[in-house]
């Protein structure tokens, strides 16, 4: 089984095989996470979104990564453009995304906060998510090794800390609970 790892940095410096942008389902890479990607990775990404066009909140699309240290960048639509993410477009998202990087046989993603920061949606709301879809993806059968979580700045990385913190403890008393 794959592993969830969580980390505090810059998504556009890692080296996976795929990086997410919390995008918006017209693909359209204003600020924030997308923002970073797009300048950062060079405006080959934002035209490959552009050709493949806009999809529904919920989905995610598959383009190059440009000059970022990833192969590809899978853009998870957890909102309209100019819109608000909601839990399930954020849970729809994730999962799309994951599903991508399995079907296209990749080893390893890292993945922003989707939904949260210009998304509206709460840190802790978005960590819940990301992490729930994440840990149930690895418990089936996947390509994937590692699912990464890049949080930028301490506090965030806390919150995602926490939570899957405790999953885990949640998952060690429901195991405990089975042996009684």
Do not use: W
């Not at 990404?45 to 699309?61: D, L, M, N, R």
């Not at 970022?68 to 954020?90: K, N, Q, S, T, Y």
């Not at 729809?92 to 989707?114: H, N, Q, W």
């Not at 993806?137 to 930028?152: C, D, K, N, P, W």
């Amino acid at each position: 089984m794959g592993r969830v790892t969580l980390l505090v940095g810059d998504i556009t410096e890692q080296s996976v095989d795929a990086i997410v942008n919390a995008a918006n389902s017209s693909l359209i890479m204003g600020s924030g996470v997308a923002g970073a990607i797009r300048d950062r990775g060079g405006e080959s990404i934002q035209a490959e979104c552009e050709a493949y066009g806009a999809v529904k909140v919920g989905e995610a699309a598959l383009t190059g990564a440009g000059q970022l240290p990833a192969r590809f960048v899978i853009h998870a639509a957890g909102m309209e453009l100019g819109g608000v993410a909601d839990v399930d477009g954020v849970r729809s998202s994730v999962r799309a995304s994951l599903e991508l990087a399995a079907r296209k046989g990749l080893r390893t993603i890292a993945f922003p906060a989707v939904g949260a920061g210009i998304g509206g949606l709460a840190l802790q709301r978005s960590a819940e998510i990301s992490i729930e879809v994440a840990r149930a993806h690895l418990a089936g059968t996947t390509s994937l090794e590692e699912i990464r979580f890049v949080l930028l700045g301490e506090p965030a990385f806390r919150v995602f800390e926490m939570v899957n913190d405790a999953v885990k403890v949640a998952e060690q008393m429901a195991r405990l609970e089975k042996r009684r």
